[in-house]
């Protein structure tokens, strides 16, 4: 059984960090692209990152540019999110997903996890 999960989220005050994991099981995603997107309440699930399969091609969302990195260890099977200057706006919950069936930026990818919540005070 193919699973996504994501860890890491949680309370953080503005201006803090935090370090969204992505453990894959089930099947190799090693050649595979990998997202992370966010939905707040009442607002469409929107992109923050992606990475190809090795890590040499990575895009986020200009909201998150500079302030978020993306990065894939293929050999623990693991995809990261490392949000730094956090924001209240950057409050939501966070999904990995993988294997984008088409536009990365588009939430239509094959495999998703289940979601962490992170909130922002301010």
């Known amino acids: 059984q193919v699973q996504l999960v994501e860890s890491g989220g949680g309370l953080v005050q503005a201006g803090g960090s935090l370090r969204l994991s992505c453990a894959t099981s089930g099947r190799s995603f090693s050649g595979s692209a990998m997202g992370w997107f966010r939905q707040a309440p009442g607002k469409d699930r929107e992109f923050v990152a992606y990475s190809n399969w090795n890590g040499a091609y990575k895009y986020y969302v200009g909201s998150v540019k500079g302030r978020f990195t993306i990065s894939r260890d293929n050999a623990k099977n693991t995809v990261y999110l490392q949000m730094n200057s956090l924001k209240p706006e950057d409050t939501a919950v966070y999904y990995c997903?993988?294997?984008?069936?088409?536009?990365?930026?588009?939430?239509?990818?094959?495999?998703w996890g289940q979601g962490t919540q992170v909130t922002v005070s301010s």
């Open positions: 997903a993988a294997e984008p069936r088409g536009a990365y930026n588009l939430p239509f990818y094959n495999y």
